[in-house]
């Protein structure tokens, strides 16, 4: 009973700490990202994460020859909340979260423009042009 609380105790650091992560560099894309370019960046954010998928996995039974099983799991596990820690200090994502919080663009579409735009670019793109 002793190894499942301590297997609870990691699996909540790892969550607490993946899923802040991931709110923050998401919330970080939408931020800092021109609306235009959100979809290219994003998607190559998420390709670039699988793409590293199989090395991780080709690296991980090479590793497991050498080394304990135990250790492979133990420093897989503290990656990413160690990685998190060190993201959230190191590149003051609070501080820059706080000084570029989201605009509210929905002024802008009530009153018939495109988020980013004056309006005029959206009738013109679907034919509507005025005289």
Do not use: K, Y
Request: hydrophobic share 50%; with cysteine.
């Amino acid at each position: 009973m002793d190894s499942f609380w301590a297997l609870a105790a990691a699996l909540f650091i790892f969550g607490a700490t993946g899923g802040m992560g991931m709110v923050i560099w998401g919330t970080l894309l939408q931020r800092r990202v021109p609306p235009h370019l959100l979809g290219r960046v994003s998607s190559l954010d998420f390709f670039v994460s699988l793409a590293l998928m199989p090395v991780s996995m080709a690296l991980a039974g090479p590793a497991a020859e050498v080394l304990p099983v135990g250790l492979i799991f133990l420093v897989a596990g503290t990656v990413c909340p160690v990685m998190a820690v060190v993201a959230m200090i190191a590149a003051r994502m609070r501080a820059d979260e706080q000084a570029h919080p989201l605009e509210d663009g929905r002024e802008s579409i009530d009153a018939g423009e495109s988020p980013g735009g004056t309006g005029s670019e959206s009738g013109e793109r679907s034919g509507n042009r005025r005289a």
